[in-house]
Nanobody
């Protein structure tokens, strides 16, 4: 599986961005998908996850109520809608795919990773 993340950019605090992650292969619906982020000098952290069917989602407390993860299995794409962005959301955002688990928030359970897309939120 190859993952290609896009949609990052520079936005003012309070603004919105939508990240996309396009996956190759015909088994996309078999993968749980997640978004992680890594700020300079910090560990990569969990942001959001979605189950195979899209029926179950998990969020980090720091983004709950502001971010929404979704997927379109017909398009082999997972999305992260980010609203009410804050300067502390600034990071490189990575999408990831997990085979074998219905949904997971653990970084070590993800088998494939995209290249990352930069999100910068100015105050």
């Amino acid at each position: 599986v190859q993952l290609q993340a896009s949609g990052g950019g520079l936005v003012q605090a309070g603004g919105s961005l939508r990240l996309s992650c396009a996956a190759s292969g015909r088994t996309f619906s078999s993968y749980a998908m997640g978004w992680f982020r890594q700020a300079p000098g910090k560990e990569r952290e969990f942001v959001a996850a979605i189950s195979w069917s899209g029926g179950t989602t998990y969020y980090a407390d720091s983004v709950k109520g502001r971010f929404t993860i979704s997927r379109d299995n017909a398009k082999n794409t997972v999305y992260l809608q980010m609203n009410s962005l804050k300067p502390e959301d600034t990071a490189v955002y990575y999408c990831a795919a997990s085979l074998g688990l219905p949904i997971t928030i653990q970084r070590g359970n993800y088998d494939y990773w995209g290249q990352g897309t930069q999100v910068t939120v100015s105050s």
